[in-house]
């Protein structure tokens, strides 16, 4: 567990006092090996009689700190990183949902017409149809480049295996398609490993964190979304145990993101549209209707993937979003619908509506009665604990990747481990099987005879011998009598355990339909038990069975209830099922829930984010504003020297992003009430645009700004590095006044830390100033001070924060 040298406390209750030259007498160590992280104690600089320091705040972000760290010291990998998840990063930022109400927003909203505001709804409107037009494209070029690289590469083992059989020899066909997946998936490890790291795994977290408020470095970057998409093919067509359709929602938030700001930073060009836009609210509504059209078009539901925004991504809601995000789903399903129908050469069909499409239900055959209601039940149960069972694997697992599989190389090792050992257990699974089916009427793309005899086909081969998404889909589909029990058995124990091990690899991947086929493969194995055991009845059909399985497998590892409910429904394309999914995935849950968290909010914990979940602890009544908050504090005033302002901005111990600003007091003993709050953003445009007067009392007959100025500058504001103060410049004063917002939110210390954390989270807050009974500031509450009260199995418990 990690070597913690020393609590962190950033609260006013139990600060710890700093040596002399204000570092702490021990050290934090850095979680990304990168030698001793700065300390707990913030560094106390020598207070200019200019301004007035109540202290040093807690929303500290040591990205710079570390990245210092990096440049001078060699850059050493350790063999173990002691890591906890008993501690909160302090390397993620919060996003800023709250507009801050300055001179300049208020005249340009005065500016702004009638017209001018139905012509910015519009826009709303066609950046949505675009979201909607582009994630559906992108799906359909991962769909048509996976299935004709994996038809490829099936062709080609297939001839090989035939070939073989006869002669004998068949372990070069194993060295073939071990070879070849692990060669494919190396390809797809390397992009991500060596070039963003970010695009690894679904996605689905890092976007959740991201509608939450909290920024992760890179995650709606074009790079991010040219190495998922290329990541997410080459894992598919590699043979992994992982799915094309949790990526695609990642991918459909970036397209979002960089739309809607109409400009890339990366292309390093700007379109000079949608200038109104670039701020972090609307951002995160157009990322919100990226993530629902991504769903949309992976699984064909518009409905569910509204649903799914609803319930995992966004953190804020109202109702025109849902309308938008509805309009993006539709446009989203639509285009990959006609793209793909197109594709498929029968142009005005439109009957492909997601990347998987579970085939329809038939309603005779597959009604069901009320005594099997108890029977899904169970399933739920069933799937609840092997949910679970996935959830503490999986957690284990990634402990030990975070300590000990640092390095990109490693990475990329067992990236292909995997593939390897995935190939091998199929191959030998197919050769053990001596479950033969007749090949006639049945709908195997590649079926394989091996030893069967003429006319028939392996069919464990069907399993593994396709993409997870064709398998899932014969699964549910096929004629009663086409698989043996033990195949189904084997199949699921070896799948489980190669999906769990699969999940958290550096390779981009999903988990829905990895988890949908090790769900329909014990569901429909379930199914046939219960044909046995009623002598054949016709309510036992296996098909059945292995979709309620499927749901209860999924829902008891994503612990998803109403978004999944609807997206299975929509998938099938048949209501009937609804009540009875319903149940299935309210038990898995409630099952789930009660042996382990859900697996995104389980990964999310992993890596130390700063989350705020919908309520603060049931048992925090009793803290207050004036233990949660970090304090002291660094003011401003409100006519300030530009000289102060460059020290404050570039001192490293300190990166605070919001500063309280107070009246330019001229009695430095008496503390002076908040005036309002500036951001560390808003500071630096100033003195990059040098608005500044020589002395305090010349009127300012500087350029004015306008707020363009700061929306160019979004969302990558340059570092106070970059910018050069002359000696003469530091000497004149800035006027704060224009620029600030003059009405933050604040609360009282005696506020209770509920109360706090509820209007924090409602209005997305980044900053909340706490004052005493005369309005002068005595804290600030950020991010990371609510995050770190969390209820443990001893109650109320406080997290270390720590620079990881």
């Known amino acids: 567990m990690a070597n913690v040298a020393k609590k962190v406390s950033w609260s006013g209750r139990d600060r710890d006092d700093d040596d002399e030259d204000g570092r702490a007498g021990e050290t934090t160590p850095l979680l990304n090996g990168t030698g001793p992280g700065a300390a707990g104690g913030a560094r106390q600089v020598l207070t200019p009689s200019s301004f007035l320091r109540i202290g040093q705040l807690s929303n500290v972000d040591l990205n710079e700190d570390i990245r210092e760290l990096e440049t001078e010291l ?34 340009e909203e005065r500016r702004i017409n009638h017209t001018a505001f139905r012509t910015v709804e519009i826009k709303r409107w066609v950046i949505c149809a675009m979201i909607g037009i582009l994630t559906g494209l992108v799906a359909c070029f991962i769909d048509i480049v996976v299935e004709n690289l994996a038809g490829l590469k099936y062709r080609v083992v297939k001839g090989n295996i035939d070939k073989f059989t006869e002669k004998g020899g068949l372990s070069f066909s194993l ?43 890179h995650v709606v970057r074009l790079k991010t979304l040219v190495i998922k998409v290329c990541g997410v093919i080459l894992s598919v067509v590699g043979g992994l145990a ?29 379109f000079k549209i949608f200038e109104y836009f670039r701020r972090d609210t609307e951002k995160r ?19 569910g993937g509204v649903l799914f925004s609803l319930e995992e991504g966004a953190s804020f809601w109202n109702q025109f979003l849902t309308w938008r995000i509805f309009f993006a789903s539709m446009i989203s399903t639509f285009t990959l619908n006609s793209v793909l129908s197109v594709y498929h050469g029968n142009a005005w069909d439109l009957s492909s509506p997601g990347l998987i499409n579970f085939g329809r239900f038939d309603n005779e055959k ?76 049945s709908s195997v793309a590649y079926p394989l005879q091996l030893f069967c005899a003429d006319g028939e086909y392996n069919s464990m081969a069907t399993a593994f011998f396709n993409t997870p998404e064709k398998s899932v889909v014969n699964l549910f589909h096929d004629p009663p009598g086409s698989y043996n029990p033990m195949t189904l058995g084997m199949f699921t124990l070896m799948y489980f ?71 299975m429904m929509e ?43 919908w309520e603060a602890p049931v048992t925090s009544h009793s803290l207050t504003a004036r233990e949660v908050m970090s304090t002291p504090v660094t003011c401003l005033r409100r006519i300030e020297r530009v000289g102060t302002v460059v020290d404050i901005l570039s001192d490293t111990s300190s990166n605070h992003n919001g500063f309280p600003v107070v009246e330019s007091n001229p009695d430095a003993t008496q503390v002076a009430g908040l005036r309002g709050l500036i951001l560390r953003s808003q500071l630096i445009v100033l003195l990059k645009h040098k608005v500044f007067v020589e002395r305090a009392n010349l009127s300012l007959v500087q350029r004015r700004l306008k ?48 109360r706090v954390f509820k209007l924090f989270r409602a209005l997305g807050l980044r900053h909340l100033v706490v004052v005493d009974n005369r309005n002068e500031v005595v804290g600030m509450v950020t991010r990371k001070d609510l995050a770190r009260y969390r209820l443990g199995k001893e109650g109320l418990e406080e997290l270390s924060l720590a620079q990881t």
């Open 707 to 754: 707020l363009k100025d700061f929306r160019d500058a979004y969302p990558r504001f340059p570092p106070i590095q970059s910018i050069h103060v002359s000696q003469d410049e530091r000497e004149c004063m800035i006027d704060l006044s224009e620029f600030m917002n003059p009405s933050p939110y604040t609360v009282p210390q005696e506020a209770s830390l509920p």
């Open 285 to 303: 509504d157009f990322v919100s209707a990226g993530a629902a059209a991504g769903v949309s078009a992976a699984f064909g539901a518009p409905v």
């Open 242 to 270: 992982v799915g094309k359709e949790g990526p695609m929602i990642h991918s459909g938030a970036v397209i979002a993101a960089g739309i809607s700001q109409g400009r890339s930073t990366s292309l390093k060009r700007d």
């Open 571 to 613: 998938a099938t394309g048949n209501v009937t099922y609804g009540f009875p999914i319903m149940l299935v995935l309210m038990t898995a849950k409630i099952v789930g829930d009660y042996f382990v968290e859900g697996l995104y909010d389980m990964h999310i914990q992993l890596q130390s984010v700063p989350f705020l979940h």
């Open 175 to 217: 060295l073939l398609w071990a070879t070849l997946n692990a060669s494919v998936v190396m390809v797809g490890s390397v992009i991500v490993a060596f070039i963003e790291p970010v695009a690894a795994g679904s996605g689905i977290p890092q976007i959740k964190c991201y509608l939450n408020g909290v920024k992760i470095p």
């Open 366 to 441: 597959m009604g069901y009665t009320i005594q099997e209601i108890p029977i899904f039940i169970f399933m739920g149960v069933v799937g609840g604990i092997l949910g679970a069972l996935f959830n503490a694997l999986n957690y284990w697992l990634t402990m030990f990747r975070i300590r000990y599989i640092h390095r990109p190389c490693l990475q990329v090792v067992e990236a292909m481990l995997v593939a390897a050992v995935t190939a091998t257990v199929g191959f030998v699974m197919i050769y053990c099987s001596r479950d033969c089916q007749p090949i006639q009427g």
């Open 497 to 567: 355990f190669l999906a769990c091990w699969t999940y958290g690899l550096t390779v981009s991947a999903g988990v829905f339909i990895p988890s949908l086929l090790i769900g329909a493969a014990w569901g429909r194995l379930f199914g046939i038990s219960l044909s046995y055991l009623t002598k054949g009845s016709i309510w036992a059909d296996p098909g059945k069975y292995a979709l309620m399985g499927a749901a209860a497998q999924l829902g008891g590892i994503v612990r998803m209830t109403l978004s999944l409910t609807v997206i």
């Open 74 to 107: 060699p850059r050493q990998h350790p063999n173990e990183i002691p890591h906890n998840e008993k501690l909160l990063s302090l390397k993620y930022e919060s996003l800023d949902y709250d507009n801050s109400e300055n001179q300049l927003f208020l005249e």
